[in-house]
């Protein structure tokens, strides 16, 4: 009995474990060596997206952004490998984690030790990006990191990171710093999100401003799932700010737009981080009114590259795109797309397909790449620098509200108009 | 036809010598396969994670299985597991087998902390275990506390990592696990609840000190579950708090010990191979309706099987041996 | 001044967590059934909303009237398709739980499916924008408008419990079903509409849950759940005035927290249910023999 029971489970066991690794679809493995390896047949892009699950709204453009890139790179024949000196086939190898960080990371460690894929990428944002950092390192292949623009992702000791399309959350408010040092605004509130992607932004902030002796007399983090702010609207209204800032994600920065404007108070600035990413979606749940003369950190979405030197220029990007998923357009898949041109560069430059050569091509084309996403800077430690976010501010126009650059005056699109108008 | 429960059922009319060979059977099985499955399927990371699993699931199944107390707050002990020995790893430089352990015992400390809870029954203790651990989250992520806990930024043990160490103490978690509920179940403790719940037996007759046992084998799946979230994060290396304070781990867990059968040694263990095999399965393709088919499983258990795989057996081999089937 | 808005604000507020926290507390009634999924149907009420108002054009206030006998009909039938299962079994209200969690996973699971993962908003609006001014102070028109829809709503809630002949017997088989059904109630039927009733009043609180919390979404059950549970252990399980009480100084709390430790206000549904369990486990209200 008890010998019939034993094998049995041990059978279930076997079962159990061959089912894990049905799917694997192995390709050709690169290796580091001198002579060059034969050619492989295809490349293949591996990553994991959210197909539902709080990162949904914001991961499932970006991999339709990757798509794009590879639809379009394939159409020519493959995206070109400067090693070979030819055009390879990519083929993308996509797992839906649902959002979360612990599925995220057993189909990461699938698409390294099971499909065994060129180029690793990983899903939206830095919770998700989080345990593919240590896998990259471990499996000594080259991550590149989408929007997970977390600081403890980059030390000097990691060399298989490359943050494509975004810069550090640390560096986001540089600019927006230099416009209200500009408009000599002296008595701010902020409120931020207690998360790693929202603390960052509000504590680079604070100390910028505090070199510039300026005084920030509401600071305060409130916990990442907060969406009643009236109270706090009412306490951050007493001290009489002449801006009032506030670092959230998106489910925090719509109802935080909704409450101050059924709150009925008026600020002379108010700015949110993300109508800026998802403004269709911000459109419909705050409506024209509530957006109206807000601000926003313009990405380069907003910004008119006509001139690139890799892939397609902006409107080129903004027909096409638009033709081919219609009614996923937005900032988030201009990033997924930039995510396939930082990839081409690399390919481009790298000597071989090994994981290192890779890395290096990664570094040969920062500085020199210019896509519609701006240019492209790698620091030491593989976060991107280049890409400086401007101040946006939304106006109203015929059909809801229009996105213009408003600061520094070299991306501006339009002219902020501080402050806001009453009603 | 194989019948896992005889043998559970049978074990305590069986010898002392029987006694100890079943429970190294139980552990040893998943040992073996662990180790020799990775030569097979590379994923370690997935098996890993598998192990950690399955001590999870054994942790619900000594206190739930043998308590009946549900603890749904069973996730905070992970999260301070990960965050103890992180924290043990870089602020002291401990080896991080030995943070392991001090993750588990950082856990049990807060399962002691929290012994008050006892005090609820049924859902009241489900729910209250609940808002604990969603407590402890709070906490540990408030960015008051970033001098200690590194606030919502998260813990970043790369320099730490090591797969096949972690791969390695993780089976050990599961076995030790394992034996722990096996050691539970054939303790004059875990036969006088199982009295107890068969209506037989009262337990001031049993000169067994339920509470303070109860109080055991609390600590136990507490320290479990520390250990799980010790080596969870050190094999996952840079994570979020957000990550180890997961409630659905303690969901998965449940269910994971629920589908297997809660009250017997092998339920938990197959329960969380075959589900948790499944779900990765559907995960490469597309996960979404795994919450659904799992929601449904759940449902359905419920009502047709509510002591899970092994209830199933059960009835079956009453079925066939005309033994009075008595629906408990 | 901030004290006395968070106050005011917090009152406000806490009626719509007192409707929020009614429903689960109604389906807990006769059956010691208890909703996991109770977040759920909030959520499923805020998308009902939102479709009644995009589709038909209705407003949100006469929504709140027309989720009501749809979710009657559906909590009806669930109950008559799971109870006698459920009731037969040792521990009905442990087990009532596992079920129920099960059930909110297939309904966030069917719900991301149909409705996508994007949270959905109700315009502002929607519903009257003038702001309440009391003592010097403006209130969110959200706030006040929530409130004079619940309150009223609750009241006639409280009559058809105390003053009608559906809600005696549903009194009766609380107070003992066997009894009730010596005296020919139908036990059976009378469980069944009242559970139904609390679904209904968790869709309406999801009909202004779109307001208060800026949107839906198919996850934002578990939460709320977590949050409506705290609020009828803390005004006593079963009790009906105890969950409206609580529920106003729980939005009270929460306010107040939100105005001087901010960082910390999510954690006040948390130690408000801890404190009660290890404090005063009956609650409130609560009579000390409940074995809570």
Known sequence: ????????????????????????????ASNSSSSLPPAPSQIT???????????????????????????????????????????????????????????????????LTQDKVNIFVSDFGSVLTAPAVSLAEAHKVVLFDQSGTGIPFFSPQNKYIVLADLPVSSIWPNVL????????????????????????????????????????????????????FGTLLQTIAQSKPDALLEFGYAANDAPFLQNVQSSGMHFKMVFTVFPGQLLGLFQQQVGTAGLSYTYTYGTNF???????????????????????????????????????????????????LSQSDIRAGAAAASGHLNTVDGSFVLNSEGAQTGELLPVAQLFPSGSGVTLKAVYPASQATGSAVYPAPVG | MPKLDEIDRTLETESKGKRLISPAV??????VVFAVGVHIYSNELLLTYMAIYIALAQGINIIYGFTGYLPFGYFGFFGVGAYASGLAMLDYNVPPVLAVVIGGVAAALVGALLLPLFRLRGAYFAIGTLAASEAIYAIVSNPSLQSITNGPYGLNLAAYYSSGTAYGTAIALAAIAILAASYVRSSKFGLTLKAIRDDSYSASMSGVNVPRQRFYAWLIAAAIAGMGGSIFGWSTSVFYPQAVFDSSLSVLAIVFALFGGVGTVWGPTVGTVVLYAIYNAIGVSNPQYFQLIYGLVIVLLVLFAPRGLAGLRQIKSRRATTVGAKND | MLFEYAIIGGILLGIFYALLAVGLNVVYGAQKIINLAHGDIIMLGGYGAWELYYTYHISPILSTIIVIPITVVLGYGLNRLIAPRLLKSADPEMLSLILFFGLSEVIEALASLVFGNAARALPVNSIPTSRLVLFGQG??????????????????????????????QVRAVISDAVEAAVAGINAKRISGIYFGIGFALAACAGVWGVFIYGGVSPTEGPAITVTAFAIIVFGSLGNTVGTIVAGVIFGIFYQLAQVYIPSWSNLVPYVLVIATMLVRPQGLFGRRQRIA
């Not at chain 1, 794009?68 to 024949?77: L, S, T």
């Not at chain 1, 932004?201 to 799932?225: D, E, F, M, R």
């Open chain 1, 177 to 228: 710093a230099k416009f209200l040092i500009s408009k000599q605004i002296k008595n701010l509130a902020v409120l931020y999100g207690t998360n790693d992607f929202d603390a960052s932004q509000a504590t680079t902030l604070k100390t910028i401003l505090a070199q510039n002796g300026i005084n920030i007399s509401y600071y305060q983090g409130v916990p990442s799932s907060t969406t009643s």
């Open chain 1, 302 to 352: 907003y910004v008119n590259y006509p001139t690139v030197s890799e892939g397609l220029n902006s409107s080129q990007f903004a027909t096409q795109f638009a033709a081919a998923f219609p009614g996923e357009l937005n900032s988030l898949s201009l990033d997924g797309y930039n995510t396939g041109l930082v990839i081409q560069a690399s390919l481009k430059y790298a000597k071989s």
């Open chain 3, 139 to 168: 209130y969110s028109a959200t706030w006040w408008v929530s409130a004079s829809v619940i309150l009223p709503l609750l009241g006639i809630f409280l009559v058809f419990l105390n003053r009608t002949s559906i809600g005696l």
């Open chain 2, 26 to 31: 139980a552990a040893l099985v998943p040992v």
């Open chain 1, 1 to 28: 009995m008890r010998k019939k029971t034993f094998s049995v489970l041990t059978a279930a066991f076997g079962l159990a474990l061959a089912a894990c690794g049905s799917s694997a679809s192995s390709s050709t």
């Open chain 1, 45 to 111: 892009v591996g990553t994991t997206y959210s197909g539902s699950g709080s990162f949904a709204t914001s991961s499932i453009p970006e991999l339709d952004g990757l798509k794009f890139w590879i639809k379009y790179e394939n159409a020519k024949g493959g995206v070109y490998v400067g090693a070979y000196k030819k055009r390879i086939p990519v083929k993308l190898v996509a797992y839906n984690d649902l959002s979360s960080a612990t599925t995220a990371a057993t189909q990461y460690n699938q698409l």
